[in-house]
Every structure is written in C-alpha cells, then in structure tokens.
C-alpha cells in the first residue's frame, strides 16, 4: 500500500507525469519485489525497499527515461545490491568491534586512535578540494557510482570524472602522509 502521496504535482513536470509513473510502478512493483526478494533473500525485506525506491523516485522531480519499466527494474536491483553492500559493512564492522578475548590486545586502543586521525586527516582533505572534485569522489567511493555513470549525469567526459579522481586519492593519501600533531606532555 503506498501511503502519504502528495496531492500537488510539480510545476515544472508535464501534466500527468505522476500519475504515469505511479500507474508504471504499481504494474512493475510485483516483479520489482520478486527481484530483490531473490537478491537479498527476504519478502518482507524486498518489500520494503521497493517502498524505499517508490518514496526517493517520489520526492524528486521526474526525469524522463526511454523505458520507464526496465528503469525501474534495474533500480531495484540496484537498491537491493546497496542494501547487501551496506550488511555486509555493518557485519565487518560488527566483528570488527567484538574482540576475541578481553584485554589479548594490548594495542587496540592505540590503533584505535591512530585510525581516528587518519579518517580525520582525509576528512579535512575532502573538505578542502573543490566541490565538483568532492562530489565526484562521494559518488564514487561513498554510493558506488561508476566513472561513466557520474560523467553522464554531471555532463563530463569520463576521462574528466576520472582526473578529479586522482585528483581526490591524491588529496587523500597526502593527507595520511601529513605527521600527526604530538599530544600535550609527550615527548618526540
């Protein structure tokens, strides 16, 4: 059951552009959930995140597309492979985080602590590049986006997409060279 559609439509989309795209999702949400379901081995989870897909294509503005259905099933494969890729981190986290044996590892803390200043140092480094070299590498390492899937939808060519890229593991692996700041009271 969709719930909590919003009565208006757009201004800047064709009249009736909802309701075809309502009316394609609906024929198409059976097999999308079939699909899923054989990806992530879970009806009640292939159910909700064909609900997910329907409430993100919802909130944004339609974009045409030759064939809205096929569209729709790849997207649904797509948001099935994301939901495996963001378990299975969520389970290498999750064993990360559960030691073997209480206090076997002596060090854990200190590297702890020197992964906390890596991932701050990269933070900064990304801050610090150019927003289009930023959003570049967001959508490529952060939401798994190819080079010529982000060259297509920035208006680039691939070769661009993949020098600011470089441009970004650069920033970032200069950023891990930087020393670290000492602790107050420490010595060299």
């Known amino acids: 059951m969709l719930i909590g559609l919003p009565p208006e439509s757009r ?13 394609v999702f609906l024929s198409q949400r059976a ?3 079939a699909l899923v379901n054989r990806r992530v081995g879970c009806r009640a989870t292939a159910a909700d995140l064909v609900q997910d897909l329907f409430l993100r294509f919802w909130r944004r503005p339609l974009v045409q597309v030759e064939e809205l259905s096929t569209y729709l099933l790849r997207c649904a494969g797509n948001i099935a492979i994301d939901h495996l890729r963001s378990e299975g981190t969520r ?18 803390p200190q590297a702890a602590l020197e992964a906390g200043n890596d991932l701050r140092h990269v933070e900064a480094a990304l801050r610090a ?4 070299t930023r ?14 899937d982000i060259a297509k939808a920035m208006g680039l060519s691939q070769s661009a997409v993949e020098k600011h890229m470089m441009r970004a593991l650069e920033a970032c ?5 930087e020393p670290a700041p000492r ?6």
Do not use: C, T
């Not at 389970?91 to 854990?108: F, I, L, M, T």
């Not at 959003?135 to 010529?148: E, P, S, V």
């Not at 602790?183 to 060299?188: F, Y």
């Open 31 to 33: 097999q999308m959930e």
């Open 91 to 108: 389970a290498r986290v999750k064993e990360g985080w559960q030691p073997d044996e209480p206090d076997s590892h002596g060090s854990e």
């Open 173 to 177: 692996k200069a950023s891990l060279r």
């Open 135 to 148: 959003q570049i590498f967001l959508l490529n390492r952060i939401h798994g986006r190819k080079y010529a």
């Open 11 to 23: 201004d800047d989309e064709p009249r009736g552009a909802r309701a075809h795209f309502l009316q």
């Open 129 to 132: 590049l150019p927003e289009r």
């Open 183 to 188: 602790l107050p009271g420490k010595a060299p």
